[in-house]
């Protein structure tokens, strides 16, 4: 059975994996671009059917078409809506799901046909895990996974202004870069550090073991905000830097959610922990059960010797 | 401005129990208050300012005292509306919440990272406009300024009113109330509101661990966990 998936857009970043994900489903992909010229050109180029673009006028930004996109919505043929999670892409997936009638779920990973029925499966509870849901009608889907490559082999696929009806005036007053650690978001490997870490005297020694590694040093949260032994922008996570290392190395980091979300980008998580409990392990793509001040002295040795 | 505060409205995810099998058993887990639940009360009171009101909103059976002790004087709560894993059904209930409120310039909603289409939904259910992830805002001459990090930079956007706030908490609470400040809470009045309880348009067809279990664990004396772990690093071409 030919079923659409359609797409909603705000960045051309977020477009790659949907289109993977739809493409997989064996479904027609068609994607409503909201945002410039480049993006629009961008999702011509992910394989689509076909590109509804609706151009952002100047000062606005993609919230203030939510009408234009539920307009859309409410005629489209989708059995699907798939969006990444940014902030602007989950405003106007919303808009959308109302206006299609459809339901709205998150943390998608994967979307399939079974039958007349829709199933998605998604992450839940903190990636503890896997939930399948069963749709019957059309679904909108939050996509919580980055992987995935669409078959971009077609031509371009045709963009089709949209004539949008008057945008909502939510406009952008201004950006301004959060609190700078431009080394951080840019360095290729980084050793963080945690309330494992006893004392500030302590942090020379995890310091040694950066400079020997080619590391910047991050934190989580408490470390910077209540013992100020690093500056703000060096602490990691949800509310603070998000960063896209080859190698992120906690050191006496819990592993909470919040900080994790920072880290999402690393190709390599490494945790050291003395809790063979501590939740990081679960996630972490490689993890060694120590006490930090007997391994990380002997990671420094390691790295020597090879 | 008149603002409404919604908090306590799903459960929270320490409270499921995960089984060996992957199935998950919430027990008697109540609606709690989420990690950016205080910050959607902070947003409120700031937009309401001296001249406004916040009131509060809660579904399902959590206890409804939370929001009135923390400064606030009126709760309304819809208690026939359980947890619905269908975020425009849990919006729908919601929007029915807030039309019998009445006049509403703003409604403030966790931008919560387990639920992320129910505030946006709920905006669209009003027909308002919303703006997600949001840390801070504050009200500018019958508009709303609000602030917001994205990535590694922080917006600022200027919305008309009515609207849809979701907040997003950059950390802990600040200070949270004593036992007597819950006390007196627990004596406010809580509003019942009758909303139908959603209709769902998925259905959950059972949990299971990820395929991929944990961490690639190293063992033995710290010097030879270590040479593993670089071994194994310098193999994936990161090191
Ligand atoms: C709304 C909100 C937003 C948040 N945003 C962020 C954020 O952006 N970034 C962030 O980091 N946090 C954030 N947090 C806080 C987060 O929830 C955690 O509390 C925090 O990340 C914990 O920091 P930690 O791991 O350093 O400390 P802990 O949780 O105390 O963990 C310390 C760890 O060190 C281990 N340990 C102790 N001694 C040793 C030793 N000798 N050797 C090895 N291991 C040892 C322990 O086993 C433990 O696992 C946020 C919280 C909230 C509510």
């Known amino acids: 059975m030919s079923f659409e998936i359609w797409l909603v857009a705000t960045a051309a970043e977020e477009l790659p994996p949907l289109a993977a994900a739809a493409q997989s489903g064996g479904a027609t992909v068609v994607v409503v671009a909201v945002g410039g010229r480049e993006l629009a050109q961008a999702a011509s180029a992910v394989g689509a059917a076909k590109v509804h673009w609706i151009e952002v006028g100047p000062g606005l930004v993609a919230e203030a078409y939510g009408p234009a996109v539920a307009r859309l919505a409410a005629e489209a043929p989708a059995r699907v809506w798939l969006s990444g999670p940014s902030p602007a892409a989950r405003a106007l997936l919303g808009g959308a799901a109302v206006a299609a009638g459809a339901a709205l779920v998150g943390g998608g990973t994967a979307v399939s046909l079974d039958g007349q029925t829709v199933l998605v499966e998604r992450n839940a509870l903190d990636g503890a895990v896997i939930e399948t849901l069963a749709a019957d009608g059309p679904v909108a889907v939050v996509w919580d996974s980055n992987e995935g490559q669409p078959d971009v082999s077609g031509s371009a696929s045709p963009v089709l202004p949209v004539a949008a009806p008057a945008p909502l005036a939510v406009e952008r007053r201004s950006v301004e870069a959060a609190a700078g650690a431009d080394g951080l978001a840019s360095a290729e490997r980084v050793v963080g550090v945690g309330r494992g870490v006893k004392a500030r005297a302590d942090l020379a020694m995890v310091e040694d073991l950066a400079r020997a590694l080619g590391a910047e040093m991050a934190c989580s949260m408490p470390i910077a905000d209540d013992l100020h032994w690093y500056p703000e922008e060096r602490y990691v996570g949800r509310s603070g830097q998000k960063i896209a290392p080859l190698v992120y190395l906690a050191l006496g980091i819990s592993g909470e959610p919040q900080h994790m979300e920072g880290v999402r980008s690393a190709k390599a998580v490494v945790a050291v922990n003395n809790n063979p409990e501590a939740v990081i392990f679960r996630t972490a793509t490689y993890g060694v059960v120590a006490d930090l001040y007997e391994f990380v002295p002997a990671l420094a040795r390691a790295l020597e010797d090879s | ?239």
């Open chain 2, 1 to 239: 401005m008149r603002a409404v505060a919604v908090y306590k409205w799903s459960r929270a995810t320490a409270s499921a129990l995960v089984r060996q099998d992957g199935e998950v058993d919430w027990g008697s887990a109540k609606m709690a208050a989420g990690d950016d639940d205080p910050a959607v009360l902070t947003i409120a009171k700031e937009l309401a300012g001296a001249d406004g009101s916040v009131v509060g909103l809660t579904i399902g059976d959590g206890e409804t005292a939370w929001a009135l002790a923390r400064g606030l004087d009126t709760a309304y709560a819809a208690p026939q509306v359980g947890p619905s894993p269908d975020n425009a059904a849990t919006a729908r209930a919601l929007a029915q919440a807030v039309d019998q409120i009445g006049e509403v310039d703003v409604v403030v909603i966790a931008d919560a990272v387990a639920h992320p289409g129910v505030a946006a939904a709920l905006a669209a259910v009003l027909g308002w406009p919303v703006l997600l992830g949001v840390n801070s805002a504050e009200a500018a001459g019958g508009r709303v300024n609000a602030r917001r990090r994205v990535g590694n930079a922080v917006e600022t956007l200027s919305l008309p009113t009515p609207l849809v706030l979701g907040a997003v908490a950059v950390g802990e609470e600040a200070k949270p109330p004593g036992m007597m400040e819950m006390i007196k809470a627990r004596k406010k009045p809580v509003t019942e509101l009758a909303v139908a309880p959603p209709e769902a348009g998925v259905a959950a067809r059972g949990t299971r661990r990820p395929d991929r279990q944990g961490a690639r664990l190293f063992d033995g004396s710290a010097d030879e966990a270590a040479a593993s772990l670089v071994a194994a690093l310098r193999g994936d071409g990161l090191l």
